[in-house]
């Protein structure tokens, strides 16, 4: 074996060159280094936590390849900068955006609104909850002297960066919880909608805690302007009680040219169940991660994802399941139309924990490819440490049934409806896997909808 050289060793002595060679900051790195340092010191919990979760990142710096989880979604070559915080909308601008944004057909009317990261009270409809629901601002909370917030105790431990800038940078949110036992018959409607002219960050943070024995419907919802590179992070800690009963139906529909960053961060305790379904339509790149932890038995999780995506958008969707406790359930299925040069990145993990016999785990991904360009990554993990389970994963990709296409054009239809038609079937299935037949409808026709403007865009 060769030694090194004395001005070898040298080198690495004096640190001018060593094996760890010192990270070169981005732009966005470093205005991040620099907000990090403004934020408050040493003034209460909440202080503290920001500045722990912003040095993370500064420290590491922001995702690349290298790191494994975001190999595939770069998010320090995505950043050229970091937006400037995105100021309050003027009120007229506001209030005609929340008028435009859709309704749901009908279902949101109970509206939680915020428009730039701030809770808007007066563009909110919260009336009818009968005390089953609480609801309260999280900035507002912030401000009261000895405020109990929840923030961080479903993610403790959790060292992902793009969570850590949340906690870092949040502007506002709201605290929810339903009452034990109660039954909410409407669905309760989270907007997230941004107002500008110009590049901005729009930050917000959630945490929902679902009684014991509760059942409840959310609608989130995330929209913006066309053309603006905006950049917006939004995090939901959700706790749900043993026993309780939780259906959350996702549409993003950033603008097209915007950057989305969604984190769910959920607990679910004995006996209870969530079924979640995200529809993505939007964002010239999105990242929509999962963290689920079962901590009671008998618990189940079903994950439905619906993606269409054309141009060059990139879409990456991310779920880690931690089975830790015995005789509990997760499905998940992801369906994506890839068109153009789009990519679409599905990454799915199984843990299961020695002690979480009976566990029944499975995991598939669908894609459909109708560009040339168009990519479909899918990676499934499978991390076992329990011998009686039954665990699984798939994944297919494509090109649209040549057979299903022809017949229906001998039958008078022209191609591109027909195409539509079995783009529409294929991404309904996953949205109809929600098990909630008003809000599927509502979402299937939104598909219906985009699909058609699409196809009239192409002739």
Request: glycine letters at 10%; charged letters at 25%; one cysteine or more.
């Amino acid at each position: 074996m060769a030694t090194p050289s004395t001005s070898a060793r040298r080198r690495r002595e004096d640190g001018t060159m060593n094996a760890e060679m010192r990270r070169r900051l981005t732009a966005a790195e470093e205005d991040l280094a620099s907000r990090v340092a403004a934020l408050p010191e040493g003034a209460d919990r909440l202080g503290d936590q920001r500045r722990a979760a912003g040095a993370s990142v500064v420290a590491t710096g922001l995702p690349s390849r290298r790191v494994e989880a975001y190999k595939y979604t770069d998010l320090r070559a995505a950043f050229g900068a970091l937006a400037p915080v995105a100021p309050a909308a003027d009120a007229t601008a506001a209030a005609t955006a929340v008028a435009a944004a859709w309704d749901w057909d009908g279902l949101a009317g109970r509206r939680i609104v915020f428009v730039n990261g701030r809770f808007e009270p007066g563009l909110s409809t919260l009336e009818g909850l009968d005390g089953a629901v609480e609801i309260a601002s999280l900035a507002e909370r912030a401000r009261l002297p000895d405020a109990d917030l929840p923030i961080g105790r479903l993610a403790a431990g959790n060292e992902d960066p793009v969570l850590a800038l949340n906690t870092a940078f949040w502007q506002d949110g709201v605290v929810i919880r339903v009452a034990a036992g109660a039954t909410v018959a409407e669905p309760i409607a989270i907007l997230s909608l941004v107002v500008a002219d110009a590049a901005v960050a729009v930050t917000t943070r959630h945490v929902v805690e679902v009684g014991t024995g509760a059942t409840v419907r959310f609608l989130e919802h995330h929209a913006g302007p066309a053309g603006i590179a905006y950049q917006a992070s939004a995090a939901i800690e959700l706790d749900i009680a043993d026993g309780a009963r939780v259906t959350w139906a996702r549409l993003q529909e950033e603008g097209e040219a915007a950057l989305h960053l969604a984190t769910l961060v959920t607990r679910l305790g004995a006996g209870s169940a969530l079924d979640r379904l995200a529809v993505n339509f939007g964002a010239a790149l999105s990242r929509d991660q999962g963290f689920v932890d079962f901590s009671g038995p008998d618990s189940r999780v079903g994950f439905e994802a619906a993606t269409h995506l054309d141009g060059r958008r990139h879409s990456d969707a991310t779920l880690v399941m931690n089975h830790a406790v015995p005789d509990c359930a997760s499905k998940e299925r992801f369906r994506a139309v890839v068109a153009d040069e789009a990519r679409s990145v599905v990454q799915g993990k199984i843990c299961v924990a020695p002690q979480a016999q009976r566990t029944d785990g499975r995991m598939m991904t669908q894609a459909i490819l109708t560009g040339d360009g168009a990519e479909a990554i899918n990676k499934p993990e499978l991390e076992i440490f329990a011998d009686d389970v039954q665990c699984g994963h798939g994944a297919t990709s494509g090109r649209l049934d040549e057979t299903a296409l022809f017949y229906m054009r001998t039958r008078g239809i022209p191609k591109a409806v027909a195409e539509a038609l079995l783009l529409e079937a294929f991404l309904a299935e996953a949205i109809e896997g929600l098990g909630d037949e008003a809000i599927s409808e509502a979402l299937t026709g939104r598909l219906r909808a985009r699909l058609a403007a699409i196809g009239g865009e192409a002739t």
